[in-house]
């Protein structure tokens, strides 16, 4: 697949509740900054919320990063893979819930909707997870989630009181 010709939005949620989790996340954006053309334009502070799977592991730090890339979405999410690899994050099938250094997920990629295995866009979980649409509200109030409606009325029918910012977005990440 070729690289679109414009400039298109995406947003990239990020996880880590290993190995000191803010410095997994800053590292991170850091890297998604160097990708091949691609420019990291915000990102969100950083929130310390439960697992969202097996409540005997660590809770997790989550950000949204916005960017503007010329990749398409299988290029993305192979850049996305490479950042997790290189931080040390090693997949294995029964760990989908499970505790991991860093996790990169492709949330929204301009309008489009994508189905194909492997790959997901809008991301499925987007409109139920309030560690996605509160960060992802902070960076980009307006966006709207492909087939589902505008971000900011999915958050309305999610709980954010378990979310704590532990770190404000600063203009170092954008």
């Known amino acids: 697949m070729h690289e679109p010709a414009s400039?298109?939005?995406a947003y990239i949620g990020l996880g880590s509740n290993l190995d000191d989790p803010p410095a997994q996340l800053a590292r991170a954006l850091a890297a998604l900054a160097r990708l091949p053309s691609t420019r990291l334009v915000a990102a969100s502070g950083f929130y310390r919320n439960p697992p969202l799977g097996p409540q005997d592991q660590p809770w997790y730090v989550n950000a949204v990063a916005a960017l503007l890339t010329r990749l398409g979405p299988q290029a993305l999410l192979v850049a996305l893979k490479g950042i997790e690899a290189a931080q040390g994050r090693q997949r294995r099938p029964d760990d989908r819930w499970g505790p991991r250094v860093v996790d990169l997920d492709l949330l929204l990629y301009g309008s489009l909707r994508v189905d194909e295995p492997g790959l997901v866009v809008p991301h499925?979980?987007?409109?139920?997870?309030?560690?996605?649409?509160?960060?992802?509200?902070?960076?980009?109030?307006?966006?709207r989630v492909p087939g589902r409606g505008r971000?900011?009325?999915?958050?309305?029918?999610?709980?954010?009181?378990?979310?704590?910012?532990v770190r404000p977005a600063s203009a170092d990440d954008g």
Do not use: Q, Y
């Open 7 to 9: 400039w298109i939005p």
């Open 124 to 143: 499925p979980g987007i409109g139920e997870r309030n560690f996605v649409l509160f960060p992802l509200l902070e960076i980009a109030p307006a966006v």
């Open 151 to 165: 971000a900011v009325e999915l958050a309305r029918s999610v709980d954010g009181t378990s979310l704590e910012c």
